[in-house]
């Protein structure tokens, strides 16, 4: 079957840095994406990592190892909006989206 | 670049009456269009993928005559959600995604429609 695991809540301070993790298992791979939901609100892109290795964007960077199938979303210099559910989704053959439930970060001061 | 719209935002109905939701492609063409249900707390749902010009693909559970999709264009897709109920009461995203070009594999949200059924 097809499964995205990731934590459900994560806490981390203001100023620091955190790393969350995802596995997956899927027919076929098409890429790893992973998504800012703020609550209430739709999804936001973050990143797209097809290629194993590491892909930064400013604060925010996605590793990608294929052959563990696994990867990480690190967000460096923590800002209090950066509290959200970061979801990550794996694409499969089909190009259909594998959705993980969500983590929830917690930012305190 | 890759702006989705949605509307309305907000749908307060009476249980019975059907709701029509619409998802745009603001700055591209969507080939393939997504629909999602989220409840409070609970990670995305898919419901359906639409194609332009063909009918939906609906996941297993979703009623396809309860749930009616169109796609009817490039940039546009609607949701109706007929004889609705209070358990319809959702959170209903859509996405989009241009499939013909470098970098497609990407979907992006609309900001979502909050629908209340009484």
């Known amino acids: 079957g097809q499964n995205i695991d990731q934590p459900t809540e994560m806490t981390a301070t203001e100023g620091a840095i955190v790393q969350i993790n995802c596995t997956y298992q899927t027919s076929g791979f098409n890429g790893l994406f992973w998504y800012q939901q703020h609550a209430g609100e739709a999804p936001t892109f973050l990143s797209y990592n097809v290629l194993d290795g590491l892909e930064e964007k400013g604060r925010f960077s996605s590793f990608l190892s294929r052959s563990k199938g696994y990867s990480y979303l690190l967000l460096k210099e923590l800002q209090m909006k950066d509290s959200a559910s970061y979801l990550c989704?794996?694409?499969?053959?089909?190009?259909?989206?594998?959705w993980g439930a969500g983590t929830k970060l917690i930012i305190k001061p | 670049g890759a702006v989705v719209s949605q509307h309305p935002s907000w749908v307060i109905c009476k249980s019975g009456t059907s709701v029509k939701i619409e998802c745009r492609s603001l700055d591209f063409q969507a080939t393939t269009m997504f629909w999602y249900r989220q409840f409070p707390k609970q990670s995305l749902m898919l419901m359906a993928t639409s194609n332009e010009g063909s009918k939906a693909t609906y996941e297993q559970g979703v009623e396809k005559d309860k749930f009616l999709i169109n796609h009817a264009s490039l940039t546009l897709s609607t949701l109706t959600v007929t004889s609705a109920h209070p358990e319809d009461s959702s959170f209903y995203i859509c996405?989009?995604?241009?499939?013909?070009?470098?970098?497609?594999?990407?979907?992006?949200f609309g900001p979502g429609t909050r629908l209340l059924v009484l």
């Open positions: 989704a794996a694409m499969d053959s089909n190009y259909q989206l594998i």
């Open positions: 996405s989009a995604r241009d499939g013909q070009r470098e970098g497609g594999e990407t979907q992006y």
